[in-house]
């Protein structure tokens, strides 16, 4: 069984700075591409920035600048700096992760979700 667990979120005013983490646990082969996305109230479940195992990024457009995904391979975490946080930003943050397992049957690729961080940016 694999576990991502987010932590890092919390109230910031605007203009401040939040650093996320998501650490897998459980028994695995290796961690393929992670991602985190976001969840405000009333909308659809959203990419903020997705990254490879070898470190090769990709960020949605309103994050470019702003956000930065990073991760550490022989922690099985991954990390989401985010600077100059809006208002908009606020949502729930959800860490993604394509998981390489045996399962029973033979090495097994699944995608996994954590139960999500919420991000509040107020003044």
């Known amino acids: 069984q694999v576990q991502l667990v987010e932590s890092g979120g919390g109230l910031v005013e605007p203009g401040g700075s939040l650093r996320l983490s998501c650490a897998a646990s459980?028994?695995?082969?290796?961690?393929?591409?992670m991602a985190w996305y976001r969840q405000a109230p009333g909308k659809q479940r959203e990419l903020v920035a997705g990254?490879?195992?070898?470190?090769?990024?990709k960020y949605a457009d309103p994050m470019k600048g702003r956000f930065t995904i990073s991760r550490d391979n022989a922690k099985n975490t991954v990390f989401l700096q985010m600077n100059n946080l809006k208002p908009e930003d606020t949502a729930v943050y959800y860490c993604?992760?394509?998981?390489?397992?045996?399962?029973?049957?033979?090495?097994?690729?699944?995608?996994?979700w954590g139960q999500g961080t919420q991000v509040t940016v107020s003044s």
């Open positions: 993604n992760a394509d998981v390489l397992a045996d399962d029973q049957t033979g090495m097994t690729l699944r995608n996994y």
């Open positions: 459980g028994s695995f082969a290796s961690i393929n591409d």
């Open positions: 990254i490879t195992r070898g470190g090769v990024t």
